[in-house]
Each structure stands twice: as structure tokens, then as C-alpha cells.
């Protein structure tokens, strides 16, 4: 785990070329990418709250917001916080005050937690661990205790109710949704989301969706697991303003019914831009010459020097992995306005009825199919035929002369290319590992080289 | 004062606030709002020791899994709307006393590490390989890869230096999996005992 690698290089610039001390640097470098990464938090909900309503009327014939700010009604969502922070902060007399107050905050701490080993750029990360992805899987399961709190602490039945349906909705999504994200960190070996998008570089093809049917299928019903465990439409059983007045929020008003609506746009925003990080390459943008471009510019900091250009790079990398995130965002407003809601035996029918087998299905498949598509694309050669030893590269491949079957094996040189490549950061082990590899002259190592293939064969 | 210290004195204090919380407080949902935030504190101190994924399960089995599980359960069987539990003082002296024995031992152990053998591995700036207990910064963010080799059986910390006829750790796939099949049948059980006797007509 490598702490805030990026604040290193503005530590650096701002104590040799601005001339601060140590400590007041890195207080104000923290300073500056947490207000970075604050930004991102907020500015989703503002961008969104805002399209969602244009959306929205745009889907049922009407115009949306059109009067505040000018043309578009831009200034809407900045309008609505206006508003929700002069409005009185009501703790009804029923309600358990403290848990009452302190839900909302859960909610976004939550949600702004997962931020934190998200990564927006190859070093554009806070922390990039190892398990990136099971780290931010763990974080965003604290959500659904905000609003559980939430719904139990209000001392009303409405509220009681959404809290009880998201309970039993998000103890059942849970489980397909780490089953998908299992799918593409088995494809690409590594629970690191840096690692994981830095193999997807190249055109888009490389992109992991197109790895396999399976993988293709994965995309679609995590997509579909990821709206529902950010309680989305038609998923939006906890809140279900038809039949529970607000669900969990009937009682909330001002700011703390509004932290509950930033928690769920950044959360919406997360698990898609963990959707485009496993299956939609990242921050690459599909074109190969200009991911080689900005891996270039980017390789300038190798060193850990502070280079504007290297920044641009990271900067472009992030608008692309935010424009891919914000496009699955649209995706989901679309889904809301379109499709009703479901009941809430549906919703549970829909998971453990559908979902988990088929992500258990698609598990199994992505693991087989590698071996399908190895014994279909590999060239095979006759080894033994008849019991005839045939001989390939002037050696006899088999001992047994007393059968009267035939062998074929693939040929040695002609293996099946994977589509994605191990990670680059070990030479020596991708060589032993990659069954394709060049023989290398050391004598010891093809060795090895011979043993693995032959045991993997 | 550096800023690792000055964090764990902040994650350390709602630890041992969040626990306190927890005695003190005299609703269950409280309690287990407490609870979140001492585990999760200890969570991010795992976090600040570079053990992330002790610190991710930590989270994900304990806040998001057991303590979820507790609400929904005070939610479905409650009667009134705010459940509390009154401790009797004998209680209280019983819960004291375990918690200072418990105290008393890991002030032990804490007193049995060579913290001065540790101080010069973290801040000597020389990574000389630490053997024993103590904090070791060479093995920062390669937390997964030794525990996924372990789990197959290879250990490189362990054997490497191994004389010949110690032979090879065995692994611990094999319980794991053990395990695992244990906790299925369980599961199976219980809901096999727990389903509803007479079929419901389906009602979709």
C-alpha cells in the first residue's frame, strides 16, 4: 500500500520551488487533494441532481428546470442547496436524536470512503492497495447501515419499513455483486484496481467486457446489481415515495435529507466508475496511439519529480474514466424514468431467484473458458499415431509404443496468445508463466521455462 | 509529533470511545452504532499498519455483515419502539473485571516485544529484516500475495531458511475448504429447519 503518491510530488514542488517548510507542505498538498477528491464528491450530486431532472423531463414530455441560471436551468442544483440550508433541522419528538443526526453522515462518509482507493489516473490514487477492490466493496457495505439507522432511529412506520427492505435488499445484492466483481479480477489476476485497468491499455478490444462472452454477460447484470444496491429505480424499494411516502427519509428534511441524496449519487457514481475501471478500461481511452501518448507523458514523473505534463496526462486519464462513469450514471437515470418499480418480493425473486445462479453460471464459465478456447485455437499435431511415435524437433515424444490410439497435442510453438497479457512489473515470471514466451539463452531458466510448459501441457 | 501519530491518536481515541460507548450506552441500536465506530476505528488503525486486508475484512465482515445483521434483528423483534437494555450492577463489576484482566494481558504482551529492536527498523532508516515481533516496513503493500502463498502452502518467510528435513508448511486451502463446505451444510440445515412447514401458495 502506497500512501498518497501524488501528494509526494507536490510536497516536493511546493517545498523546492515555492520555498515552504516541511510540515506546512504536506498539510497543505493533504489539503489540496482532499478538497480534490471533496470535489468529485459534491460536484456528481450537483451535475446529476440536475440532469436527472432534465432527464426526467425530457422522458415525460416535459422541459425540466429551465428558468435558474439561464438557458438550461443550470443552476438548479445549486438552487436546491440554497434552499435545503435554510430549512429548519426537525428531530421528530418519537425519534432516537442521536442516531437520528448521526445517519445521514454514515451514509457519506460511506460513500466518500470508497473514494479513497479509487483510482482516477495510473498515480492518481490515495491509496493504491493491493486489494483496491475488496477494500472499496467493504466500504460501501457501511452505506446501507446509514439508512437502516436511518429508517430505524426515525420512531416512524414508514420509515421502518424502507429501513427493513433495504436491509433485506442489500444482504441479498451483496452477494452477486462481489460475484461479478469476481469475474474480471479472475480474467485479469489481480485485486488492485490500478493493475487491473494498466492491463486494459491498447485499443479497445483489450478492454476486459470483450474478453469473453462471459465477461461481456458479467458487465450487464452487474450493471444491473450495482443499480440496485444503490437503491435505484426500479430497485428504489426503501424509498418508494408511492407507497411509503419517503421510506427511510420521510422524517428527514434540510441538509440531512440532503447528505442522504449526496451519498447516493456519489455511491451511483462509484459503482459505475468501478464498472468502466473492471470491464470499460479505465482511464485508457480505447485508442492505442493516444493511451501510448499519455503513457509517455506520464512516464516523465517515473521518478517521482513534480512534471506539469505528466499531470495533464493524469488529469486527461480522469476525465476519461469520469466521462465513462458519468455515461453508465445517464444509463441509470434513463433505467429510473423508464422502467416501474418493482414489489418488493420481486426484488428479492429477481436476486435469489436470477441473479446469483446466473452469476454463479458466469463464474464457472469465465473460469472454463479459457480451456475451451485453448483446445479450439491451439494448432494441434499428431504425437502418436497408431501407436507410431511421431517425432517433433528430432525427439520422440512418447514412451508408449503398445497402444492403439492416437495423441495430439498442440504444438509447443503455436499456443494460444492470451488476449490480455500478465502484468509487465516481472519479467522473469512472465516469461516462465506465458506458455508463448521466447526461449531465453539462460540455460537454467529455459529449463524451468520446458518444466512449466510441460506441466501445464 | 509526526502525522502518523497525531492519526493514531484520533483513530485510538474513538476506539476506545466507540467501546466505551458501548458499556455506557443503554439502547441496543446505540450500542451498535458505538460498536461501528470502534471497530471501524481499529479498522482504520489496521489500515495505518498496512495490514489493508485484515482492515477490509475487518469492515466488511464485522460492520457490514454482523452488525447489520443485529439491527435488522432488533428492527423485526422489537415491541416498543426503542429497545434498552438495563445492566445490573453485578453485571457491570463482572464486565470490569474481565475487561482489566484482559487489560493486564496485553499490557504483557505489549511489554514483551523489543519495541528499541522494532524503533530501529521503523525510523533507523536502514531495513534490516526484523526476525520476531515488531513493525516491519519492508513488507509494505504486498499484504495479499504472502497470505494467498500461505493458503497454497508456500511460505518464502518461513522456508526458505528452513533446515531440509522441517519439510513444507502444508497449507491451509485444505481447512479453508473444510470450512467452508461445514458452513454450507449449516446453512442448508438452517434453512431447511427454518422453512415455513405448510407451502405457501406462490404468490407471483
Known sequence: MNFFPIATNIVDY??????????LAMVLAALIHGSLLV??????????????????????????????????????????GIKLIQKEDLVPPAADSMLYRMAPYMVCVAAFGTMMVLPFGETWVAVASDIGLYVLVAILSLEVIGIILAGYSSGSKWSLFGGMREAAQMVSYEIPLSLCAIIPITVAGSLNLVEITQLQSGWANNW???????????????????????????????EAE????????????????????????????VVCAVAAILFLGGWNSGIAPLDAALLEMRALSADGSFQPMSYLSNAIGMGILISKGWALVFVQVWVRWTLPRLRIDQVMITCLKYLIPMSCFLFLGTICFPLVKFYFSAQWEPVMENG???????????????????????????????NISAPAEDVETSQLILPNSTPIDDGELADVDRQVAGGTR | MTYEKILFFIFAMSACGGALGVVLAQRVARMAFWLIVSLGSVAGLYFMLHADFVAATQIIIYVGGTLVLLIFGIMLTATGPHVKIQTSPGE???????????????????????WNKAAIVTSGGEFQQNEGQ?????????????????????????DLGAPEEA??????????????????VVLVGASYLARAKQRTRPTV
Not at chain 1, 446489481?225 to 435505484?232: E, F, L, P, Y
Not at chain 1, 421510506?247 to 449526496?262: C, I, K, L, P
Request: charged letters at 15%; a neutral charge.
Open chain 1, 14 to 23: 511546493l517545498q523546492d520551488s515555492v520555498g515552504l517548510t516541511n510540515g
Open chain 1, 39 to 80: 470535489g468529485i464528491f459534491m460536484g456528481t450530486p450537483v451535475v446529476w441532481i440536475w440532469g436527472e431532472r432534465k432527464i426526467a423531463g425530457r422522458i415525460q414530455d416535459r422541459l425540466g428546470p429551465t428558468r435558474v441560471g439561464g438557458r438550461f436551468g443550470w443552476l438548479q442544483s445549486v438552487a436546491d
Open chain 1, 208 to 238: 476486459l467486457i470483450f474478453h469473453d462472452p462471459f465477461v461481456l454477460i458479467t458487465f450487464f447484470v452487474y450493471f444491473t446489481v450495482a443499480t440496485a444496491s444503490c437503491k435505484r429505480a426500479p430497485f428504489d424499494l426503501a
Open chain 1, 242 to 269: 408511492s407507497e411509503l411516502v419517503g421510506g427511510f427519509h420521510t422524517e428527514y428534511s434540510g441538509m440531512r435529507w440532503s447528505f442522504f441524496f449526496m451519498g447516493e449519487y456519489a455511491a451511483m457514481f
Open chain 1, 388 to 418: 507410431k511415435q511421431v517425432e517433433i524437433n528430432g525427439e520422440k515424444q512418447w514412451d508408449l509404443i503398445d497402444s492403439n490410439t492416437s495423441i495430439w497435442a498442440p504444438k509447443a510453438d503455436k499456443w494460444a496468445k492470451p
Open chain 2, 92 to 114: 457491570l463489576v463482572m464486565g470490569a473485571a474481565v475487561g482489566v484482566t484482559l487489560l493486564f494481558l496485553i499490557q504483557g504482551t505489549v511489554r514483551s516485544v523489543d
Open chain 2, 134 to 158: 515488531g513493525y516491519n516496513p519492508t513488507g509494505q503493500g504486498n499484504t495479499i500475495r504472502p497470505l494467498g502463498m500461505a493458503l497454497l502452502g508456500l511460505r518464502p518467510d518461513k
Open chain 2, 167 to 184: 519439510g513444507l508448511s502444508s497449507g491451509y486451502l485444505f481447512p479453508f475448504e473444510i470450512v467452508s463446505i461445514h458452513l454450507l
